[in-house]
């Protein structure tokens, strides 16, 4: 069996999520299987409405024009685009929290990228057995 | 000798304190102890005079309203209701970093939930042998 | 072979920046080896042009001052300070992500403390040989 990465995604700022797809990606390169967790930020995130729509960063919002021409020259795609990649190459699971999912109204239809919706002792087992376990 | 799952809670924001209220549920659900440990932010909102008043979120501000009524619908309790049932129910223990608590002059007298204040060293053993550990 | 701790450092704030210098020490004064892996804010925040003059909190911005009178009162130096001390203390190496370098036109010569560059594969497989693994 393939060793895991559980991903637990409370933020849905941009940077963030950038971080996790760099994560991502580092770990299907390895032939690591990767279990990401969408928790309360990361639900909002992950619908479709507001996926390339809210933008927001996670911190020092007055470099988030220097933060955008500076990762398009490191090439550093929108974590969409990324994940999208990710799911077709690698073994990478999206899952939503039921109370997250409930809180924006997510459903498996308005999301994106997720295959099902968990509750918090699954998501909990999940980080017992994983390898690496994150929380971003 | 149960899991164990610690939690570095530094944030003192009430939406990721809710992350953590629903990780201890769930490890609670699994019969595995906890351990939270409250870095900087952490020990300020633990103080009495803080929990329930400071009501500071982490990002997103201007859906600060929408979050509320989304989290009241999805049956998410405010941080500390939840905390109150969780050192019921299971084994929670909740630890002050030293230097953190001396920040805020945060005592175990002025602070809810916390069992005592430790070092940093101890702090880092416990993530040595925990099961789980996260940095929220 | 000394058990590992390893630094995901995602934030660029001087507070969660201290967090790290935190746990460092604890690790450190535990004979731990310690890896830290400066992404996206981190490599921002160790640029020498904004050590020291970057200021920037992650939350609660209207507490700005009262936090860093309450440091000093804790003796909780800033992170550059202790920084310097803890690598002269113990094995703690600094890995900046090439494309977070890249993002900021971070190299060597222009970062304090940082040890080399590496590629998102081999910051997981550092991960996944952790004993502790926290992302920041």
């Known amino acids: 069996m393939a060793d895991k990465m559980v991903l637990l995604v409370f933020s849905g700022t941009i940077d963030r999520l950038v971080g996790m797809s760099v994560l991502v990606s580092g770990a299907v390169a390895l032939d690591m299987d990767v279990d990401i967790y969408l928790m309360l930020w990361g639900a909002y995130a ?13 911190e020092h919002q007055t470099l988030a024009e220097k933060l955008k021409s500076g990762m398009e020259k490191a090439g550093l ?4 685009e990324s994940m999208k990649a990710l799911k077709e190459m690698g073994n990478v699971k999206v ?14 239809e308005n999301m994106d990228f997720v295959d099902d919706i968990v509750g918090a002792s699954e ?7 994983a390898k690496v376990a994150l929380f971003i």
Chains 1, 2, 3 share one sequence.
């Open 46 to 58: 992950f619908k479709k409405e507001n996926i390339g729509k809210d933008m927001e960063i996670s």
């Open 77 to 80: 795609k929108p974590w969409f």
């Open 95 to 108: 899952h939503a929290c039921g109370a997250a999912a409930k809180t924006w109204d997510a459903t498996l």
């Open 123 to 129: 998501l909990v087992s999940a980080l017992a057995e």
